[in-house]
Structure formats: structure tokens, C-alpha cells
């Protein structure tokens, strides 16, 4: 069992971390890569810029120092959104004691290396450090809440991924392992693509069949590449795959989905990112899932879709149309 743990990121999920850890009587340091905005997390003892209403623990700590924050640290949460991860690590590589597993939260596909997280985190360290990633139907406001939530633990290495389950189970949040990192990885990238039409969706009110289909036909589009890419078919109907897709297209909570239905209504690009309070993984990460389908030569005309408009190619009623007047096939 872990003794001690430090999280990379103090965005919202990283604090919920914070909070499940804390709870299991882990000690717990967080970090930041700005000292100041840290800074006002600790002295709040909240984290009043992305999880604003919820207290953290007492018992957590805060470094803002690289080489004190991972000096101690039994196990490392890696909870950097995916474009700025290898900025982060390239930062911290020098300070990281050797051998320390890292598990991984963060969701999304780096657009230059079309890499996963967990790729990306090798490609800096190398294979010294075993790698897990946690992922599911996990918005980060109702886990602060104590609302009851399920996820999966992910790694090629059983006794880390059971390591990772005792660490961050409790009465209210479900651990469940897993040994298919591919596909736990892609489910959460490409999910938040889904997402944003899901939003679109709401903003231009089409209604719960057009959703369905959505959610339904996106799924399809999601195990597709997956399959391509080595994972396992069966994932995609797990907790990281149907569970994760389902709450990022249905919750208003979710910052994708309210992406997408900001551009529903009308607003542009631009606005719509504005507009959201945290980083809008959905927006790298299309150009990234279409780059990878080409690759593979796959079909996602979902995907595409989402892409042409945040690219200004098509318009919202052009994108739909272009989907609903797709050559007629079985499903």
C-alpha cells in the first residue's frame, strides 16, 4: 500500500485526487507549475480557480518547488492537461527519484506525435518508471461532492494497477482494473470529441433521438480506431468507454459538451473557448483522432465533422446535413 503520493496539476481533477487520496490516509502534496496561482489554492485551502465550493484536506500539502514535491512521493499523479504534458515533464524529469510508478489522469492526444499520455511520459523518462492511467465517468464537481462514481485503473503491470485500486477506492468512488492502457487512453481522448457534438446538439435543440444516435454512432466510430490501435474491443463497453462517453455528452457540467452547445447557439470558436473556465481537450484533440484515422484508414465522419467546424470548413446545419445524407449501409 501507498504511503505517499504527489499530483502533478492543480486543476479540478487533480484536487478531487487530492481529496480521495487524503481520505485513504495517504499523504498527499500537491504541485503547480505557477507558484502564485498555488499559492492562492493553499491559502484558500480550496481550490478556488478550477473547483471553486469544496474544501480541501487539511492533511494536503503544497510545493511548488519541483525537487521537494517528488522528493518523498511513493507514487505520482500525472493530472496535466494532455498539450502541456511534455513541457511539464521535460521540467521535472530531473527531480523524479527513480523507479516511482505514475499514473496518469490526463485525457486527450498530443496534435504534433498524434501520442497518448502515456507515450508521451515514455518518450521523456523512458521505460524506468511503471505507467498506469485512471479514467471513467468521472466529473470532477459531483467526485467533490461525494456523489457515488466507478472508475478504472489501467496498466500492462496487475500488482500496480491493484497498487493504484487500494490507493484511490473509497465507500463513494469504485476502482475497477484493467490491463488495456491503449484503450482506456483513446476512450478518453476521443470521447470529448463526441462531446462536443453532443453540445452542438443541445444548442441548436435536435432533441434526445438525435443524441442517442450520436452517442450510439460515435461509440461505434471510438471502438473502431481503438481496435486499429491494439486495444481491446471489450474496453469500449466498460467504464473508460460507454460509462465516460455517456456522462461527457449528457452532463452540463461537462466543459465539452458546453463547448459544443455554446457553438450550437451561435457563438464562434474563439467565443466558445473563451467562454469555457478550464482547457477544452475536445479542440486539439479532433485534429489529432482525424490524423490518427487517416493513418489507420479509418472511417469517422462524426470526427470529421467536428473538425471541419472548428475549422471554420462547414457550418453547423452543412456538417449535419453532411451526416444525415451519408450513403445508406447496415449498421
Known amino acids: 500500500m501507498f504511503r505517499t503520493a504527489t499530483i502533478i496539476g492543480n486543476g479540478g481533477m487533480g484536487s478531487v485526487c487530492a481529496m480521495l487520496l487524503c481520505e485513504n490516509g495517504i499523504a498527499t ?10 499559492g492562492r489554492i493553499a491559502a484558500a485551502k480550496e481550490n478556488v480557480i478550477f473547483l471553486p465550493g469544496y474544501a480541501l484536506p487539511e492533511a494536503l500539502c503544497y510545493e511548488a518547488d519541483d525537487a521537494a514535491a517528488l522528493a518523498k512521493a511513493e507514487f505520482v499523479v500525472s493530472a496535466v492537461p494532455c498539450q502541456f504534458l511534455r513541457s511539464v515533464w521535460k521540467r521535472l524529469k530531473p527531480h523524479l ?11 486527450g492526444i ?23 492511467t485512471l479514467s471513467g465517468p468521472n466529473i470532477a ?23 493504484i485500486q487500494q490507493a484511490f477506492n473509497t465507500p463513494m468512488f469504485r476502482v475497477y482494473t484493467n490491463d488495456d492502457c ?59 468507454g460507454l460509462g465516460d ?51 489507420h484508414h479509418v472511417e469517422m465522419p462524426i470526427t470529421e465533422a467536428i473538425y471541419s467546424l472548428i475549422n471554420g470548413e462547414k457550418t453547423v446545419k452543412e456538417a449535419i446535413a453532411d451526416l444525415m445524407t451519408r450513403e445508406l449501409k447496415a449498421e
Open 110 to 132: 498530443e496534435i504534433k506525435t498524434l501520442l497518448r499520455p502515456t507515450q508521451i511520459i515514455t518518450e521523456i523518462l523512458g521505460e524506468a518508471h511503471p505507467l498506469a
Open 182 to 240: 491503449v484503450g482506456v487512453e483513446l476512450a478518453g481522448a476521443m470521447k470529448n470529441v463526441v462531446a462536443i457534438a453532443a453540445g452542438i446538439i443541445d444548442g441548436i435543440g435536435a432533441g434526445d433521438n438525435a443524441k442517442a444516435a450520436l452517442i450510439t454512432r460515435g461509440l461505434a466510430e471510438i471502438q473502431r480506431l481503438g481496435v486499429a490501435l491494439g486495444a481491446n474491443e471489450k474496453t469500449f463497453a466498460g467504464l473508460s
Open 97 to 107: 527519484p527513480a523507479g516511482v510508478p505514475i499514473v496518469s489522469i490526463t485525457k
Open 29 to 38: 502534496t500537491l504541485w503547480g507549475h505557477d507558484a502564485a496561482e498555488l
Open 141 to 163: 464537481d459531483e467526485l467533490a461532492h461525494r456523489l457515488p462514481a466507478t472508475a478504472t485503473v489501467a496498466s500492462k503491470d496487475a500488482a500496480l494497477a491493484q497498487d
Open 245 to 295: 462517453l455517456f456522462t461527457t455528452c449528457v452532463s452540463p457540467k461537462g466543459r465539452n459538451r458546453s463547448f459544443g452547445e455554446h457553438i450550437g447557439k451561435g457563438m464562434s470558436v474563439d467565443e466558445a473557448i473563451a467562454s469555457t473556465k478550464s482547457v477544452v481537450e475536445g479542440v486539439p484533440t479532433c485534429g489529432g483522432i482525424v490524423a490518427l484515422a487517416k493513418r
